[in-house]
């Protein structure tokens, strides 16, 4: 949804006038994701403008400010999903990959917790190879160790979870399935 949000948006910005049902159409996809935090008033104002005909510069200037927004930050959700051992602390979904950021529990050492950043391909689903564990097994061999992976699994087990408490989430992922894993 994100890369079609983004790919109407250049659509508009190198269009001179604007067909009244392709405003429509981003309007709509506009509305779905007006609740998100920290775009409802670009969006807002953007609907206001939105009219078919010639695009003027204020609101060529608005759909820039929209589309740099998507590009540099993406879409970001504080979840705060626990269990016993992990802390899931928010997801930032772009256009390229997810970004999943928690705490994982060591199970050698139970008062210590790891940092864990995963990053997901948002076209093959897989963990990015650059994805980081504040743990000493971490630093030594540089490939993914057991907080990684636990903290993967939990949060493709609670992915429902994650919408349900991030309602606009379910218009930025597809509904079938984010990740392979």
């Known amino acids: 949804m994100i890369r079609l949000l983004m790919k109407m948006t250049r659509t508009i910005l190198m269009a001179p006038v604007l067909d009244s049902t392709f405003a429509e159409t981003y309007k709509s996809l506009l509305q779905k994701l007006a609740s998100i935090p920290g775009y409802a008033e670009i969006i807002s104002e953007i609907i206001e403008e939105l009219k078919p ?40 979904i772009s256009s390229k990959r997810v970004i999943v950021v928690g705490l994982v529990r060591s199970e050698s050492r139970p008062g210590t917790w790891h940092v864990v950043t995963l990053y997901f391909s948002r076209r093959r689903g897989y963990v990015l190879p650059s994805s980081y564990c504040t743990c000493e097994d971490y ?17 493709i087990t609670h992915l429902n979870d994650i919408y349900k408490r991030c309602e606009y989430l379910r218009h930025v992922v597809p509904e079938a399935g984010l990740h392979k894993g």
Request: hydrophobic fraction near 40%; include cysteine.
């Open 53 to 92: 005909g010639p695009i003027p510069p204020s609101l060529k200037t608005k759909l820039r400010v929209l589309l740099r927004h998507l590009r540099m930050r993406g879409i970001v959700c504080q979840v705060d999903l626990k269990s016993h051992d992990v802390v899931l602390r928010y997801v930032q």
């Open 139 to 155: 630093a030594y061999r540089g490939f993914p160790c057991k907080h990684i992976v636990k903290l993967k699994d939990f949060y």
